[in-house]
Structures are given as C-alpha cells and as structure tokens.
C-alpha cells in the first residue's frame, strides 16, 4: 500500500529557510507526478509545486506557483523514493501545513496524500 510520509517542518524566522521531504513507500517515482500543497488556517488548499512523472505529456518537467517561483525549489531522489521542496526567503504567509500527494502519470486526480508537516514563519 502506498504511503506519503511528509518531514522538516518546523518554526523559521522571515527570510529563513526549510527543506521539506515527502518519501514514498510501495511507489515508483518515475509514474507519478508528486505535489506540494499548503494550507493555512481559514484558507482553501493550494498547490505549490509539482515534479511531473518522467512519463507525463505535459511537456513540463517542474511548475511553481507564481508566489514560489525563485524562492522555492523542488527536487526528487529516485533511488530514495523521497521528493524535497526547498524553501528560502520564507515570509510569514508561508506559514501553512504542507502536503504532498502523488498522481499516477495515467490519472487526472491525486490518489495519495501525506498526514501533512507544520511551516510556521514567525519572527
């Protein structure tokens, strides 16, 4: 069975930094897209980046939303079935708990979802 484990949360002053990890069990990296969402208190779910599956036909290997593009990174370890989101210059409406989910390159929906890490950004 499929399981997304999220890790590296934790409390940063603004403008610091925090690498998240999202390792996955009984998965091939390389047939599932995987994600990062965020969500904050009182505010609806949003995606933050995605690493695409090497099959996917999208013609995009790595997107960001555009709050993230050049602050955030997103990274994958194939052999450590484990997908990273490196975030710098952190401000205070990072602060969120961060998700990741991984989709089959064949699907058009997230089928697994991690329990979620805590970012706070707070001076």
């Known amino acids: 069975q499929v399981h997304l484990v999220e890790s590296g949360g934790g409390s940063v002053q603004p403008g610091g930094s925090l690498t998240l990890s999202c390792t996955a069990s009984?998965?091939?990296?390389?047939?599932?897209?995987i994600a990062w969402f965020r969500q904050a208190p009182g505010k609806e779910r949003e995606g933050v980046s995605c690493?695409?599956?090497?099959?996917?036909?999208?013609?995009?290997?790595?997107t960001y939303a555009d709050s993230m593009k050049g602050r955030f990174i997103i990274s994958r370890d194939n052999a450590k079935t484990t997908v990273y989101l490196q975030m710098n210059s952190l401000k205070p409406e990072d602060t969120a708990v961060y998700y990741c989910?991984?989709?089959?390159?064949?699907?058009?929906?997230?089928?697994?979802w991690g329990q979620g890490t805590q970012v706070t950004v707070s001076s």
């Open positions: 009984d998965l091939t990296l390389d047939y599932y897209a």
């Open positions: 989910a991984a989709q089959n390159y064949e699907s058009s929906r997230y089928h697994y």
């Open positions: 690493i695409h599956s090497r099959f996917s036909t999208s013609g995009r290997s790595i």
